[in-house]
């Protein structure tokens, strides 16, 4: 009795095609989850309650370094800019930084006076 040589590859076929359709499946449902990165940005509300260096850790740091030694961003730490300068910079955005980051003007204000003393 001859043996048919194409089972195998039929089989390998069916089994693979139904392990990536169930990865597929699975991956959407990951892929939101890792879309948020496990947790979520805090809301404008919730910034209130932070302090500049929280928000900095939050939204800024992937930029402008663990150490505010820069990397993406430019370097924070002994910044020639005002007062005045950053607050624009943080709310208006502009060379790659994004608009909006501090929402909130009190925070605004404690974010740029902030960023200024940093050493």
């Not at 990165?37 to 302090?51: M, Q, V, Y």
Request: glycine share 16%; aromatic share 6%; proline share 6%.
């Amino acid at each position: 009795m001859k043996r048919n040589p194409l089972i195998p590859f039929a089989l390998i076929a069916v089994f693979g095609i139904g392990l990536m359709f169930f990865f597929s499946i699975k991956g959407i449902g990951d892929g939101k989850e890792l879309a948020g990165g496990g947790k979520e940005e805090p809301k404008t509300e919730d910034i209130s309650a932070l302090s500049p260096e929280e928000i900095y850790k939050g939204k800024c740091i992937s930029c402008h370094g663990e150490n505010y030694e820069g990397g993406a961003g430019p370097k924070l730490a002994g910044t020639s800019l005002s007062v005045d300068e950053i607050k624009e910079k943080i709310k208006n955005g502009g060379g790659g930084m994004p608009a909006n980051l501090v929402p909130d003007e009190k925070k605004l204000e404690e974010m740029a006076k902030w960023v200024s003393e940093l050493k």
